[in-house]
């Protein structure tokens, strides 16, 4: 079955950057969007970005243009959310979310990872 | 951009139907048949329950239906039950390869 299976809890100092993976397994990984989405304590759901996993091509949600960067590597079927400049209001739950639909479509987000804790704390 | 509307809480007894707005816009929600929900309960990952508008993943969600009208998208969760207290997030998709969300509607079971 599909699984996604991100990296573990992370603490950064604001202004620093956070790299998080994410592991797919059990589809041909080259076939589905991979998205990042986020969610603050106490928070509702925030689209980040997503990625082709076969060109590579990425989008992002507006509010984080030039501080996040998605990237894959198809040899180890991994994406990969980068987001720099981080500041208190970035502490959330990253969870990386494989589309419903193959590509190049994207609809919805039906297959979820565990999520990864981030937390920026001085 | 702003998150689509949702009202903050709704309430229901078990048996009872309840319903879930989601409003957005022309550019998002009434632009395409891409509306989507989700529920969450506590410490859990989000999980489809609706895409598409109104399609659902599988029968084991066929409590639910979703339903849409101009810019609104509605989810109704008939036959309430205590294991749908959760909190529930409608997504539309919003153009040039972009997705929002709602801001989330805790369901709560008296």
């Known amino acids: 079955q599909v699984q996604l299976v991100q990296s573990g809890a992370d603490v950064k100092k604001p202004g620093a950057s956070v790299t998080v993976s994410c592991k797919a397994s059990g589809y041909t990984f080259t076939t589905y969007f991979l998205h990042w989405v986020r969610q603050a304590p106490v928070q509702g759901l925030e689209w980040m970005g997503s990625i082709s996993p076969s060109g590579g091509a990425a989008t992002y949600a507006q509010k984080f243009q030039g501080r996040v960067t998605i990237t894959r590597d198809t040899s180890t079927s991994t994406v990969y959310m980068e987001l720099s400049g981080l500041r208190s209001e970035d502490t959330a739950l990253y969870y990386c979310?494989?589309?419903?639909?193959?590509?190049?479509?994207?609809?919805?987000?039906?297959?979820w990872g565990q999520g990864s804790q981030v937390t920026v704390s001085s | 951009q702003s998150a689509l509307t949702q009202p903050a809480s709704v309430s229901g007894f078990p048996g009872q139907s309840v319903s879930i707005t989601c409003t957005g816009t022309?550019?998002?929600?009434?632009?395409?048949?891409?509306v989507s929900w989700y529920r969450q309960h506590p410490g859990q990952a989000p999980r489809l329950i609706i895409f598409?508008?109104?399609k659902r993943p599988s029968e084991f969600f066929n409590r639910f239906s979703g339903s849409k009208s101009g810019n609104t998208a509605f989810l109704t969760i008939f036959g309430l039950q205590a294991e749908d207290e959760a909190d529930y997030y409608c997504?539309?998709?919003?153009?040039?390869?972009?997705?929002?969300f709602g801001g989330g509607t805790k369901v709560s079971v008296l």
């Open positions: 997504s539309s998709y919003a153009g040039s390869d972009t997705f929002i």
């Open positions: 022309s550019n998002d929600v009434g632009g395409y048949n891409l």
């Open positions: 979310v494989r589309d419903g639909v193959a590509a190049p479509a994207r609809r919805y987000f039906e297959h």
């Open positions: 598409e508008d109104t």
